[in-house]
């Protein structure tokens, strides 16, 4: 099974992880390292790399992070260079996290990885745009 390490900015990883628990329950595998303003890239990478000790089983470790080009999007990236068997997910929502972690299973952290996109860009939508769905009239194949 993949190892799967959450961060972001202030409290998001500790929230996704609260709010994964609540609709999932506990989930092996799985630290949530959240980068308060408090902290620093040292203290990060240090958190980043005892996580990797303890997720870590042989089989791969995906980072899911809140932001492109952020400290722990940038510090995770650093630390899986040269792995073939690690990927850093960026702009993280909680649809995107649930799905991942039904399906972590059965992939590799590449397949991981694309997967993950498919999930996230699933998961934005707005009000708008799923009434409008609902109320365009379904195809006739058929023809005429």
Request: glycine share 10%; with cysteine.
């Amino acid at each position: 099974m993949l190892g799967v390490i959450i961060s972001g900015h202030g409290a998001f990883a500790s929230g996704m992880e609260a709010a994964m628990l609540q609709i999932l329950g506990e989930q092996e595998q799985v630290i949530a390292i959240d980068f308060p303003p408090e902290s620093t890239t040292q203290l990060l990478e240090q958190q980043f790399k005892t996580a990797l000790e303890q997720v870590d089983t042989g089989e791969g470790v995906v980072f899911i992070t809140d932001l492109l080009g952020g400290s722990p999007f940038r510090v995770a990236s650093t630390l899986i260079m040269g792995r073939n068997d690690a990927e850093v997910v960026t702009g993280a929502n909680l649809q995107l996290i649930l799905e991942m972690m039904m399906e972590r299973d059965e992939l590799n952290a590449t397949e991981f990885r694309e997967q993950a996109l498919v999930c996230g860009h699933r998961g934005m939508t707005s009000l708008a745009d799923e009434l409008a769905k609902k109320s365009r009239p379904e195809s006739d194949d058929e023809g005429i």
